[in-house]
């Protein structure tokens, strides 16, 4: 493969000759973030006005095929990027029509949530799609924190994907599982330090330039918080809804309400609430220890009018399993947690049947 410092070479090579609508160069430009290489792929950002879109569609055209003709490299993206007014926050912004084959061949997307990190998200997220496998579902997962992946350690995947004879990315698979991530594309230690235009960017990649072939269902790991990126996925791809995770302590409750009503305002309905880290089950002494407090989100959930999933409770075998890349619902299928998250699952999909369908292509 060629090296990252050689292809972002050529990249600028190829960007010189390109002109903005006035005529100034584009590289250079204060309008320009990028390009970087992950994986061999180059992304950039464009940023222009709201009634600009139309002027800048033959540069964006340009730049991306001029980027995507380097040798050595593996696909472009460049994206336009107009940055809009908040609206007050008493009105909910109105969600935008999906585009009709963003992810097709996928039938239902759901995103996993949570208003705050730390609180279990990327390992429910794991452990309910392989308890959605279980069910004869063919499932996939988009890990869509590009700052934080956790995906790669969770279900121990090594290597990079390879890119299909159309140049969309192939994702790796892992217990029956299709996965991609942005820590699948670079390196475990890189710390991917970039503004939200590139943030973008990567995530329209890793939606729609990715190859998911015929699933079930498309898990979305979300990031934490209800930012700029969580708004891209949920306005951007045909959401059937989400599942929201939290802890059942008062201050990751408090997140979780943000999570829901950002959902909410942009008419994404709420497929369930989970209450993680419910209880410690001592390994030694076999009783159980509230640590988080008890009952929460099961409180919450009936509060907020949104169905209550289930708890899970803190064991050491889950984050045993965790860290070694091999799932608890891997190890033990029929054991405790097992049977927890296969009646999350179970709930889940009886919540999705009535839920819309994205388009398949």
Known sequence: MTAPDDILADARAALAPLRLPDGSALLGSARLTGPVVAGGRLSLAI???????????????AAEGALR????????????????????PDLAPARPAPPPAVLPGVAHVVAIASGKGGV??????????????????????????????????????????????????????????KAMSMG?????????????????????????????????????????????????????????????????Q??????????????????VPILGLVENMAHFLCPDCGSRHDIFGAGGAEAEARRLG???????????ELRVASDAGRPILARDPEGPLGQIYGQMAETLCRSLATAPRAAAG
């Open 47 to 61: 940023a222009i006005a709201p009634d600009e879109a139309a002027a800048f569609a033959p540069l964006r055209a």
């Open 69 to 88: 003709a380097i040798p050595g490299g593996a696909g472009a993206m460049v994206a336009l990027t107009a940055d809009r007014a908040a609206p007050p």
């Open 120 to 177: 279990g998200k990327s390992t429910t997220t794991v452990n309910l799609a392989l308890a959605l496998r279980a069910r004869g579902l063919r499932v996939g997962i988009l890990d869509a924190d590009v700052h934080g992946p956790s995906l790669p350690t969770l279900l121990g995947l090594h290597g990079r994907p390879r890119v299909g004879a159309d140049r969309r990315l192939v994702p790796l698979e892992a217990h029956g599982l």
């Open 184 to 248: 699948l594309l670079v390196d475990a230690e890189t710390a991917m330090v970039w503004r939200g235009p590139m943030v973008m960017s990567a995530l329209t990649q890793m939606i729609a330039e990715v190859d998911w072939g015929r699933l079930d269902l498309l898990l979305v790991d979300m990031p934490p918080g209800t930012g700029d990126a969580q708004l891209a996925i949920a306005q951007g791809t045909p959401l059937a809804g989400a599942v929201i995770v939290s802890t059942p």
């Open 250 to 267: 008062d201050l990751a409750l408090i997140d979780a309400r943000r999570g829901i009503a950002m959902f909410r305002k942009v008419d």
């Open 306 to 316: 949104v169905p209550y999933l289930g708890a899970v409770p803190l064991t050491i």
